[in-house]
């Protein structure tokens, strides 16, 4: 396994199956020398030896972290350069994003955030379901309350389970009855009271085609009505959004302007 970052190529592992990536870090099993590694700002560090394994899958990366269960059952939390020893009990689930990792007690079944180097307790009993994102947890307790935990704080978003959420990058969408809403920075925003056909959401941006054609676009916390005509398809990838409204006629969406191409 090979890494091409910053001009530069660096070989992590001889012989692996078994690798997670995130925006800025590798976790990675090499399988010829029983070893789990991390790659991270341009160098490889060795975490653990395993002597004798050979396959190694619980591991999960987020953009600038990584999360894992070593051989005798510690889960541990390499963020920073720094390896942090959670527990010796394997969490009955857990997920990352970025400087973020959420996870389920085994002992205790609480459910915990970890974040920024801290470690909050979110719920005494595990959540009815959870997913994590870029500084944020979002997830339905036991009580069916849906609820945000935002750079250190905590939303309470709703007090009946949404129909869908899905949090990604800086954004959470979800969908309640038939409402169209956003988290984004500590706020919600409806959007529209009806769930749209087409959208797609990445970094701080989503996108989207109304009942009526025209693409709309909710980014930095605002909702822009993108071009005037209607249109045929878009693509977004971070917060650069494609789209075009005739044969070969393509136009950008990029920094909160349109460009013509």
Do not use: W
């Not at 530069?8 to 592992?13: D, E, R």
């Not at 996108?207 to 005509?229: M, P, T, W």
């Amino acid at each position: 396994l090979s890494v091409f970052d910053n001009g530069k190529v660096n070989k992590i592992a001889y012989y692996t199956s078994n690798y997670s990536v995130g925006d800025s870090i590798v976790g990675v099993f090499d399988q010829n020398t029983s070893t789990f590694r991390v790659y991270y700002n341009g160098q490889v560090r060795e975490l653990e030896t395993m002597i004798g394994q050979t396959a190694f899958k619980n591991f999960t990366t987020g953009d600038n972290i990584l999360a894992y269960l070593n051989y005798d059952n510690h889960f541990k939390i390499f963020y920073h350069q720094q390896v942090i020893d959670i527990g010796d009990t394997a969490p009955v689930d857990y997920k990352a994003g970025s400087n973020t990792v959420a996870y389920i007690d085994g002992y205790t079944q609480l459910f915990k955030v970890f974040h920024k180097g801290v470690t909050y307790t979110l719920e005494n009993v595990p959540p009815a379901s959870f997913t994590v994102a870029d500084d944020i947890v979002s997830y339905v307790d036991v009580n069916g309350n849906f609820k945000i935990f935002y750079m250190g704080q905590m939303y309470k978003v709703t007090s009946f389970e949404p129909t869908s959420y899905q949090a990604e990058d800086k954004i959470v969408v979800y969908i309640d009855k038939t409402n169209f809403n956003v988290f984004y920075k500590g706020v919600v925003t409806l959007l529209e009271n009806y769930v749209p056909e087409k959208y797609q959401k990445d970094f701080n941006c989503l996108a989207y085609v109304d009942r009526n054609g025209y693409l709309k676009a909710f980014y930095d916390g605002e909702l822009k009505k993108i071009y005037d005509e209607k249109i045929n398809s878009f693509e977004l990838t971070r917060n650069v959004l494609r789209f075009d409204t005739g044969l070969n006629d393509q136009h950008f969406f990029s920094n909160g302007k349109v460009i013509n191409h």
